[in-house]
């Protein structure tokens, strides 16, 4: 199979069951002329399309561009976790930041998720959003901890919505003995995560915004109080403008770029299974996270297949065979499922950061940006884009509680930088066998 290479948007794309089964979407084709806007985003996944529909409601005139098709980088890959919390749990940000800035972080987190809700219900997105995510330790030494955060935000968050579960009651959801016991959220859960792209799409063009495809940034330049935005065919002049790429960023905004680090991770989606053989190895339909550094996630899409992600690279490509990676992993979790018919795998790049929250900020006057996602997206880009645009609308207050998180750059420059990360991520890749 022909290696294929991550951070590029059209590349493995079309592989996945999300691409499969998605639905329709009409937008423009390419921008070929030239167009007035308030505001040019760039980039057609969560963040932006989250800006253009704040942007859009509020009587700006948008453009979006995306440099292939909408949802085609981490948006429409992922493992289709709507997640609860930051990327790094609240004591730890508590050690960071001070508890009275961790109460601030939770409730950002609590809105992400409250707004991914409120846009499917709004905007009648059929994007198969389950509730519920357990998480499950995979040594015995972390149960422990898990049962511990639980209390921690029940009593200093207020937060009921997070219980403890035992070994035996993870066994009995999960049909495996592999994991020990974990916790249960139900406030988090699992969509599909291109649909839930696609749905925002069509949500932003019907408050008026306009998406053009296949219209990739070539240039940025400032004139005056204005930014002209150009791609190979088209120009766009606005007042601000949203940068919102994240792990396909490469290079085009280098004050943003020298924060996050591209990473690649991979998934599969089975054959459908046997309606009883799923009922067991997910009986309540749950998005499943276990505590591996390189973690697995899994979950059953809506025709019983087991969608299973685990396992990553740091290098500019994907390896020759994303099932031989990630089988393994699956086979490893469910002995039952040895030899189960793999009919899709693909992969696709996420962007973290050094501390793993994400990366907010603007440059100059007018250019904002959000990215480092962590693997903990679908929520949090979705609340990168509504800040921007609150920023933009004159209410930064929010924007500003992210933006002010203190952030390390990699060191080393843009390719540099993948030596250190590489040893690093190597060095916890080891941990999580002993």
């Known amino acids: 199979m022909k290696r294929l290479a991550g951070c590029r948007s059209h590349v493995g794309f079309d592989h996945s069951w999300y691409y499969a089964s998605g639905q329709a979407l009409e937008v423009n084709g390419p921008l070929a002329e030239h167009r007035n806007a308030d505001v040019c985003v760039i980039g057609g996944g969560y963040t932006g399309l989250s800006a253009a529909i704040e942007l859009a409601r509020a009587g700006a005139k948008v453009v979006v561009l995306e440099r292939y098709r909408v949802g085609s980088g981490a948006s429409g890959r992922n493992g289709g976790v709507l997640g609860m919390g930051q990327r790094k749990d609240q004591d730890d940000l508590e050690s960071m930041v001070g508890l009275d800035w961790a109460r601030h972080l939770w409730q ?11 846009r499917i219900k709004e905007f009648d997105i059929d994007c198969d959003l389950k509730d519920g995510e357990l ?25 009921g919505e997070v219980t403890a579960v035992s070994r035996d009651e993870v066994a009995a959801q999960l049909g495996t003995h592999t994991y020990y016991g974990g916790t249960f959220n139900r406030r988090a859960g699992h969509l599909h995560p291109l649909n839930l792209a696609r749905g925002l799409a069509r949500a932003a063009i019907s408050l008026g915004a306009e998406i053009y495809e296949g219209s990739e940034v070539r240039a940025m330049d400032q004139v005056g109080p204005h930014h002209i935005v150009k791609t190979s065919a088209g120009v766009v002049k606005c007042e601000h403008v949203v ?42 339909d749950v998005a499943v996270v276990d505590t591996r550094f390189v973690v697995n996630y899994f979950h059953l899409s809506r025709d019983r297949r087991l969608i299973f992600g685990g396992g990553e690279n740091y290098t500019p490509y994907f390896p020759s065979s994303i099932e031989a990676v990630v089988r393994p992993r699956l086979e490893a979790v469910y002995p039952q499922l040895r030899g189960v018919g793999i009919a899709y795998e693909w992969g696709g790049t996420l962007s973290v950061t050094m501390n793993r929250m994400p990366k907010f900020g603007h440059v100059g006057q007018g250019v904002y940006y959000a990215e480092g996602y962590s693997g903990h997206g679908v929520a949090m880009a979705n609340l990168g884009g509504q800040l921007i645009a609150e920023a933009i609308l004159g209410r930064p207050e929010r924007f500003d509680q992210m933006a002010t998180l203190k952030q390390r750059a990699f060191p080393g420059g843009r390719w540099l930088r993948w030596p250190g990360l590489v040893a690093g991520m190597l060095f916890y890749t080891f941990l999580d066998r002993i």
């Not at 998480?135 to 207020?158: C, F, G, I, M, N």
């Not at 905004?253 to 067991?280: C, G, K, Q, W």
Request: with cysteine; hydrophobic share 40%; charged share 20%.
């Open 243 to 284: 940068v919102a790429c994240n792990g396909y960023l490469n290079g085009l905004l280098p004050a943003a770029d020298r924060y996050h680090m591209p990473i690649n991770n991979f998934m599969v989606a089975t054959e459908p299974l046997d309606e009883s053989l799923a009922s067991t190895i997910n009986r309540d």
């Open 108 to 118: 950002l987190s609590l809105d992400a998720n409250a707004l991914v809700r409120s």
């Open 135 to 159: 998480t499950v330790a995979h040594k015995a030494r972390h149960e422990p901890s898990l049962w511990d955060y639980a209390a921690h935000l029940q009593k200093v968050y207020d937060y």
